[in-house]
Nanobody, 128 residues
Framework: QAELVESGGGLVQPGGSLRLSCAAS????????IGWFRQAPGKEREGVSC????????VFPNSVKGRFTISRDNAKNTVYLQMNSLKPEDTAVYYC?????????????????????WGRGTQVTVSS
């Protein structure tokens, strides 16, 4: 059974850093693009990063560009999201999802009509 589990969230002060992990099981993540998403209360889901299946390319929206990086360890079936210079507006539940190899090029990193595996999320709160 395919499963994604996020971890690493928590409370951090503005300007701080967190590293989120997305551990995949039940399938081989090498063949999938892995995206990170977030959703704050009352707001739509936002894609914040996406890594191609081979890890060779990654994309970020302007809201996090230069502050977030994504990396993947296919041997461990794990993808990481390093978040630096965190701001209060980064507060949200962060999710990871695995999908078709071309997902990073679709709007919001989710291609309409395809199946995705989703994790249950981890809370990130940026507050002093």
């Amino acid at each position: 059974q395919a499963e994604l589990v996020e971890s690493g969230g928590g409370l951090v002060q503005p300007g701080g850093s967190l590293r989120l992990s997305c551990a995949a099981s039940g399938f081989t993540s090498d063949y999938y693009a892995i995206g990170w998403f977030r959703q704050a209360p009352g707001k739509e889901r936002e894609g914040v990063s996406c890594s191609s299946s081979d890890g060779a390319s990654a994309v970020f929206p302007n809201s996090v560009k230069g502050r977030f990086t994504i990396s993947r360890d296919n041997a461990k079936n794990t993808v990481y999201l390093q978040m630096n210079s965190l701001k209060p507006e980064d507060t949200a539940v962060y999710y990871c999802a695995a999908g078709p190899a071309g997902s990073c090029y679709c709007p919001g990193y989710v291609c309409y009509g395809y199946e995705y595996y989703w994790g249950r999320g981890t809370q990130v709160t940026v507050s002093s």
